[in-house]
């Protein structure tokens, strides 16, 4: 999709500027918020389609003090990236499988939902509108963040009766703060993420709140993130605040079972895929945390983690450290995501569109 076309799937003009780059410190990103130029919203009434969506500036959006994301949290969020190519091109990866995931949490939370072909067209648009925004080749991602959310005003416990359909974008670098740095674990044995029957298989707001309070305390102690414990045996692990988890042992790689208290990341998938690809046996799984204490490597996964290798995991005061260095099995890993994120390595799944 050109610029022109995007465009053309408008009511209002934006004027696009011309320049190729924002004037901002490419060499510097983070994982923080960047003002862009434009977002989408498109709106759901009285459980009818959701009407064609338009680019506007970015900025505040207004919402009643009743709306059911406000009081209920009825509310989900998706996150997938552009990337620059080493010759300009630009693509978006899977965003299909994002348009799907919003439809099953939007199913999870009684929500109406946009079609596939209506998300991924929102993410196209948002991103080629915020073009100047894309990083450069090996300076980061556009991050683009999908958010589905009860606008409509309801007093009483019940859907919201209108829902927004809205993306936003920002460029951003690593995840966590110390860059590519192998992450130092630490596994909560007091708070859980999610319950069996609970919304933690769904990418719903209400999964993060709740973490906040571990993952602050965790990084007062120098952690970077916080591993979760299955709330019914407190032993086997699901994910971390931000990133599924993994482990190798020898030629086999491990992750948890996604049995509705793991959220099924599409980076996750990604890596099971390439993994197996690559003739590693993966296998998904109950993990007890005894197995991720005794196991070779962990890295972690996730759309705006990538794939993060780790560095050491602390349980009940008692930490183990990973061997690190590149030729582990999660750099191997990492290097062939971004490659075919970027266009630089065959991708014969398909995963990739050129926008
Ligand atoms: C993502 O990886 O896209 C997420 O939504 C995780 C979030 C905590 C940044």
Redesign the pocket.
Known sequence: LTIQAASALRATEPVFRDEEYADIDWNNLG?GLTRTDYMYVAKCTENKEFQQGELSDYGNVELSPAAGVLNYGQGL?E?TKAFRGDDGRVFLFRPDQNGIRMQIGAERMCMRSPSVQQFVDAVKQTSLANRRWIPPPGKGSL?IRPLLIGSGPILGLSPAPEYTFLVYASPVGN?FKNGMAPLNLYVDNEFHRATRGGAGGV?SITN?APVLKAVLRAKEQGFSDVVYLDSVHKKYIEEA???NIFLVKGNVISTPATIGTILEGITRRSIIDIASDLGYQVEERCIAIDELMEADEVFTT????SVASVGSITYKGQRVEYKIGDEMVSQILHKTLVGIQVGRIEDKHNWVVEI
């Open positions: 994982f969020f996150g991050y995840y990418k993060y605040s931000s990133c996730g759309t705006a983690v």
